[in-house]
T-cell receptor, first 111, second 114 residues
Framework: SQKIEQNSEALNIQEGKTATLTCNYT??????LQWYRQDPGRGPVFLLL?????KEKRKERLKVTFDTTLKQSLFHITASQPADSATYLC??????????FGSGTRLQVQP | ETGVTQSPTHLIKTRGQQVTLRCSSQ?????VSWYQQALGQGPQFIFQ???????GRGNFPPRFSGLQFPNYSSELNVNALELDDSALYLC?????????????FGPGTRLTVT
């Protein structure tokens, strides 16, 4: 069956460190993969998009990798800050424009 | 803050009733998608409208229906409400391009079915 897996346990890190979040998927062939941030009681906010033929994408302190062989995407936040604390969602776009989301990983950055 | 608004913010309904949720898309966007998000889960795709036509549907029964209007505002209607319909309902607008479309989400409507 099709599955998208993100760490269900919260990730706790110290301010200034790099946070690495994982998104694994099975039985999908996504053309694109997107990452979103969601704060409590609010809608998700788009962060980054990566295509199947791209290995890596960067935006300021954010970096996403996409390995279609491993069926995995890694999301990195460098020099993390308490304001980065939120739930991060990965979403697969199989080319039909409907996004399929993982359940998200909650990141807590301690000052 | 995106330019997507939703109303109402919160809603409490009784099992068996019907509900209509509303969404106003970001200016210039021609596509709206609706998602259901249960507590602790990621959003689940309900359906998408492009230029007033349904353009894709997730695994939701026909009692979930929608409309998109010429001004690109949208409605989600749910008939015969069930307890499991309690969730955060999100709409997201986007501008269809040649590739994947970044979605602009509204703040959501929290529906509670008792």
């Amino acid at each position: 069956s099709q599955k998208i897996e993100q760490n269900s346990e919260a990730l706790n890190i110290q301010e200034g460190k790099t946070a690495t979040l994982t998104c694994n998927y099975t039985n999908y062939s996504p053309a694109y993969l997107q990452w979103y941030r969601q704060d409590p009681g609010r809608g998700p906010v788009f962060l980054l998009l990566i295509r199947e033929n791209e290995k890596e994408k960067r935006k300021e302190r954010l970096k996403v990798t996409f390995d279609t062989t491993l069926k995995q995407s890694l999301f990195h936040i460098t020099a993390s800050q308490p304001a980065d604390s939120a739930t991060y969602l990965c979403a697969l776009d199989t080319g039909r424009r409907a996004l399929t989301f993982g359940s998200g990983t909650r990141l807590q950055v301690q000052p | 803050e995106t330019g997507v608004t939703q109303s109402p913010t919160h809603l409490i309904k009784t099992r068996g009733q019907q509900v209509t949720l509303r969404c106003s898309s970001q200016s210039g966007h021609n596509t709206v998608s609706w998602y259901q998000q249960a507590l602790g889960q990621g959003p689940q795709f309900i359906f998408q409208y492009y230029r007033e036509e349904e353009n894709g549907r997730g695994n939701f029964p026909p009692r979930f229906s929608g409309l998109q209007f010429p001004n690109y505002s949208s409605e989600l209607n749910v008939n015969a409400l069930e307890l499991d319909d309690s969730a955060l309902y999100l709409c997201a607008s986007s501008l269809v391009s040649g590739g994947s479309d970044e979605q602009y989400f509204g703040p959501g409507t929290r529906l509670t079915v008792t």
